[in-house]
C-alpha cells in the first residue's frame, strides 16, 4: 500500500463516528500512519473523552452548518441530480469488484477514502472528480478551528496539485474539474439496489 493509500486509509477511520472501536484503534492507527497531522488529530483525540470527542463530531459534520460529508451534497444538495450521483458512485464501486453491503450511503467521505485506498487510480479519479465538495468542506471544517481539519488536510494532500486557498477557488474547480457521466442511468439512484463498499471490520495492517 503507498503512502497517499494509508493515509487515506486511515483518514477514513478517523472521519467515522468516534466510537469505543475507534478509542481502541488509536495506538494501531497512530503506528500504521507516519503523516503529522493524522498524527496530530490521533493525538488530540487520546486527550479527549470518547464522550466529548463524540459530541463535538456531531457538531462540526452538521448539514445545517454546511459541513457535510456526503461529497455529493456539495455538489446536488437535496436533488434529483444528487440520486444519479450516488447511482454513479455506487457503479465505480462495483466496477471494481467491490460487493459489500452497508447502511451508509456511498458518498459518504469515509466509504469513499477507503475505496480509494485500496483502488488508488480509480479512487483518486472519484476524489478528483468531487473535489470541490471536499475542499469546501475542508475550508468550512479549517474556519471552526476544529481538529477535524488537520484529517481533511491530510486527505485532500493526497491529491494532485495544491488545495485551493479559498472559497472561490474550490467553487472553480466545479467548473473546471472533469464532467460526470450521466448518461443511462437510473433517474432515482438512492432507491437502486447496488452493494457499495463499507468500512471493514478490520485496522490498517
Request: overall charge negative.
Amino acid at each position: 500500500m503507498t503512502p497517499d493509500a494509508l493515509v487515506r486509509l486511515v483518514a477514513g477511520r478517523l472521519l467515522q463516528y468516534p466510537d469505543e472501536r475507534l478509542y481502541a484503534d488509536l495506538d494501531l492507527l497512530h503506528e500504521a500512519v507516519d503523516q503529522p497531522a493524522l498524527r496530530e488529530f490521533i493525538a488530540h483525540a487520546r486527550g479527549q473523552r470518547p464522550l466529548d470527542l463524540a459530541a463535538h463530531y456531531t457538531d462540526v459534520f452538521d448539514t445545517r452548518n454546511r459541513r457535510c460529508l456526503y461529497l455529493t451534497w456539495w455538489s446536488d444538495g437535496d436533488t434529483r441530480n444528487r440520486g444519479l450521483s450516488l447511482v454513479r458512485v455506487k457503479r465505480v464501486y462495483r466496477e471494481h469488484g467491490l460487493e459489500f453491503a452497508s447502511e451508509e450511503l456511498p458518498d459518504f467521505l469515509p466509504v469513499l477514502l477507503e475505496f480509494a485506498a485500496r483502488e488508488e487510480a480509480a479512487g483518486t479519479a472519484l476524489l478528483e472528480e468531487h473535489r470541490a465538495g471536499l475542499e469546501l468542506l475542508r475550508l468550512a471544517v479549517t474556519d471552526v478551528g476544529t481538529p477535524y481539519a488537520r484529517v481533511l488536510e491530510a486527505v485532500c494532500g493526497t491529491l494532485p496539485g495544491p488545495s485551493p486557498k479559498t472559497r472561490a477557488e474550490a467553487k472553480a474547480l466545479a467548473r473546471s474539474g472533469p464532467p460526470r457521466e450521466t448518461v443511462g442511468l437510473e433517474p432515482f439512484g438512492p432507491g437502486v439496489e447496488l452493494p457499495w463498499p463499507t468500512v471493514p471490520e478490520r485496522t490498517p495492517a
